[in-house]
């Protein structure tokens, strides 16, 4: 079945710095999804993307919908300590009929 | 507006009990869906209705699983009989009018 891939599995990093991680498939999805998740918690989404290309921001977030339609990117810039969690992207070819999840890129900020 | 309510946050039960799990999704929202996450496998997609109808059941691990949306405001995922590896976080999320999915708190489901 599908798969999705994302990088880095987990970072660390210093408060105020930015933060870059992405997603890969190997097949082509129309719709992605990014989600943060904090421990005890369900994924609240972040970004929507629909259309290749597409650069999108929520605040310090930022993400785009790569142009092969094959992955997808996450910015965070200006980091604090409440970015930490897992961050997960979520692929669908069939316009949000369904979606496949990535693993997880977990994140930690130190002070 | 309310999130997805699910019901209860936590579970305890002993293998072979029968566990209900309810997900009320958000109002006006057309397609829920049901996750399961582990460790092992992170998140999975056991099964999702469009209005009230289930449309892709075959991420449902067995049949020891089903799941109903009687109406548009209350689904549940059934486990009969549990085990101990059904274990794990089971997340409904509700479909918004952009393909986008909002997930409620989950329920943690511990099988001993």
């Known amino acids: 079945g599908q798969q999705l891939n994302q990088s880095p599995q987990s970072m660390f990093i210093q408060e105020g710095e930015d933060v870059s991680m992405n997603c890969t498939s190997s097949s082509i999805f129309n719709t992605w999804l990014w989600y943060k998740q904090d421990p005890g918690e369900g994924p609240v989404l972040l970004i929507a993307?629909?259309?290749?290309?597409e650069l999108t921001s929520n605040g310090r977030l930022t993400a785009q919908f790569g142009i092969t339609r094959k992955d997808s990117f996450l910015n965070i810039s200006a980091s604090i300590p409440s970015d930490v969690g897992i961050y997960f992207c979520?692929?669908?070819?069939?316009?949000?009929?369904?979606?496949?999840f990535g693993p997880g890129t977990r994140l930690s900020v130190l002070p | 507006d309310a999130g997805v309510i699910q019901s209860p946050r936590h579970e305890v039960t002993e293998m072979g009990q029968e566990v209900t799990l309810r997900c009320k999704p958000i109002s006006g929202h057309n397609s829920l869906f049901w996750y399961r996450q582990t460790m092992m496998r992170g998140l999975e997609l056991l099964i999702y209705?469009?209005?009230?109808?289930?449309?892709?059941d075959s991420g449902m691990p067995e049949d020891r699983f089903s799941a109903k949306m009687p109406n548009a405001s209350f689904s549940t995922l059934k486990i009969q009989p549990s085990e101990p590896r059904d274990s794990a976080v089971y997340f409904c999320?509700?479909?918004?009018?952009?393909?986008?999915?909002?997930f409620g708190p989950g329920t943690r489901l511990t099988v001993l």
């Open positions: 999320a509700s479909g918004g009018p952009y393909n986008e999915q909002f």
């Open positions: 979520a692929g669908s070819d069939n316009y949000g009929q369904n979606f496949v």
């Open positions: 993307l629909y259309k290749a290309g």
């Open positions: 209705f469009n209005n009230n109808v289930p449309i892709d």
